[in-house]
Nanobody, 126 residues
Framework: QVQLVESGGGLVQAGDSLSVSCAAS????????MGWFRQAPGKEREFVAV????????YYTDSVNGRFTISKEYGDSTTYLQMNSLKPEDTAVYYC???????????????????WGQGTQVTVSS
């Protein structure tokens, strides 16, 4: 079994930066890609970013591309999401997830993930 725990959420102002992290414990996630999703009130959960298991390839949804950076070191059990130039529309509960798939583009599909964290709230005030 694998446990994922997100941390680092909070309340910030528009234009600020914030970093959230996802710590994994339990079975090894060496060959798992790690993704970040978010869910705003009244909306469906949406893909944010994914990083493949080697930590070399990433993919982002258009709305955060250039502002957010997902990272992890090979063999490291923690995944990070650095969020810059935050906007009020970035307000959501952010979830990390782990899954095994070959193409980083597949990471947009939430159904391919095996493990999910409980989420951390990010609120951006205008």
């Amino acid at each position: 079994q694998v446990q994922l725990v997100e941390s680092g959420g909070g309340l910030v102002q528009a234009g600020d930066s914030l970093s959230v992290s996802c710590a994994a414990s339990g079975d090894s996630l060496t060959y798992f890609a790690m993704g970040w999703f978010r869910q705003a009130p009244g909306k469906e959960r949406e893909f944010v970013a994914v990083i493949e298991w080697t930590g070399t390839r990433t993919y982002y949804t258009d709305s955060v591309n250039g502002r957010f950076t997902i990272s992890k070191e090979y063999g490291d059990s923690t995944t990070y999401l650095q969020m810059n130039s935050l906007k009020p529309e970035d307000t959501a509960v952010y979830y990390c997830a782990a899954g095994r798939f070959n193409s980083v583009l597949s990471g947009m599909d939430s159904r391919l993930y095996d493990y999910w964290g409980q989420g951390t709230q990010v609120t951006v005030s205008s």
